[in-house]
């Protein structure tokens, strides 16, 4: 009988994830023999990490914090990074496959993917408001431009770190004819039907890094962290009147996007997804 192929999920810490149990069920549902788990990399270890497991036939790997940008920095000395990692500076997925190493960075096309077939919130022509500038927002902003929104707005604490940041996607949103703005967190123009929060607010407990006044009537109110994490934001938006969503259907997707590259067949993720959120509703079940 053939080995599973495997696969890890690089981090520190790396206990919380739940990547292991998502890809598990991927294979499940699509037949493929793989093998998942979890790796806690030293901090000062990431790159010896990489060689050993492409040494030892290891076939990919995701990458969380924090070492989205030095993977992103392997792949570009070792083999290549994707149009979106490029942009991203940034990845979350290692394949070494074909015996090189490529890079790509799903997070963002998995959260558009996760509000546009599971929230049933399509994007085109909308205005997007994208709170925050580091690497969550990074993966994020070239796949929401590629949705085509009419406007979308960067707004960091730092202003000059969001300038830069739509700087690097304006010639993306040229392209797709999208208006891209930067701003800080206190002088956002106009309303937004979808104000995502990609900064590492929640994790420091501040509920409402932009006023509500940035909200349009119905908007929705996306947080990418899960869980507790995340209702503060939540609560704030649903205050204000506005749909919420957090940000497990982005794990979910940003998954089967992986999936797809490391085995060549789309899971259903949506099915994934409706479990682990009983999961969450009814952690006893």
């Known amino acids: 009988?053939?080995?599973?192929?495997?696969?890890?999920?690089?981090?520190?810490?790396?206990?919380?994830?739940?990547?292991?149990?998502?890809?598990?069920?991927?294979?499940?549902?699509?037949?493929?023999?793989?093998?998942?788990?979890?790796?806690?990399?030293?901090?000062?270890?990431?790159?010896?990490?990489?060689?050993?497991?492409?040494?030892?036939?290891?076939?990919?790997?995701?990458?969380?914090?924090?070492?989205?940008?030095e993977a992103f920095e392997y792949a570009r000395r070792h083999g290549r990074v994707s149009a979106r990692a490029e942009l991203a500076q940034a990845c979350n997925l290692l394949d070494f496959a074909d015996g090189s190493v490529l890079a790509d960075n799903t997070d963002g096309i998995g959260l558009v993917h996760d509000l546009q077939n599971n929230a049933d919130c399509?994007?085109?022509?909308?205005d997007v408001l994208l709170i925050g500038a580091g690497g969550a927002a990074a993966g994020c902003l070239a796949p929401f431009i590629e949705a085509a929104?009419?406007?979308?707005?960067?707004?960091?604490?730092?202003?000059?770190k969001a300038q830069a940041l739509a700087e690097r996607h304006a010639a993306l949103a040229r392209e797709h004819?999208?208006?891209?703005?930067?701003?800080?967190l206190?002088?956002?123009?106009?309303?937004?039907?979808?104000?995502?929060?990609?900064?590492?607010s929640s994790i420091a407990g501040i509920a409402a890094p932009v006023a509500g006044s940035v909200l349009a009537p119905q908007a929705l109110v996306v947080d990418l962290m899960y869980g507790p994490a995340s209702q503060g934001f939540l609560d704030w938006g649903r205050g204000h009147g506005a749909?919420?969503?957090d940000g497990l259907g982005m794990l979910v997707e940003q998954a089967a996007e992986a999936f797809v590259q490391w085995r060549g067949v789309r899971p259903d993720s949506a099915r994934v997804l409706a479990k682990m959120q009983a999961a969450l509703q009814n952690p006893r079940g």
């Open 1 to 69: 009988m053939t080995a599973p192929d495997q696969y890890r999920v690089l981090g520190h810490p790396v206990e919380h994830s739940k990547s292991p149990l998502i890809h598990a069920r991927f294979a499940e549902l699509t037949g493929q023999a793989i093998a998942y788990d979890r790796l806690l990399v030293p901090l000062d270890g990431f790159d010896a990490t990489v060689d050993f497991l492409r040494a030892t036939g290891v076939k990919g790997c995701n990458v969380t914090l924090p070492f989205k940008v």
């Open 122 to 126: 399509a994007l085109a022509g909308r």
């Open 149 to 160: 929104p009419r406007r979308i707005v960067v707004a960091n604490r730092s202003p000059d």
């Open 177 to 184: 004819g999208v208006e891209l703005a930067a701003h800080g």
């Open 186 to 200: 206190h002088d956002v123009p106009g309303t937004f039907q979808v104000v995502v929060n990609a900064s590492a």
């Open 243 to 245: 749909r919420t969503r």
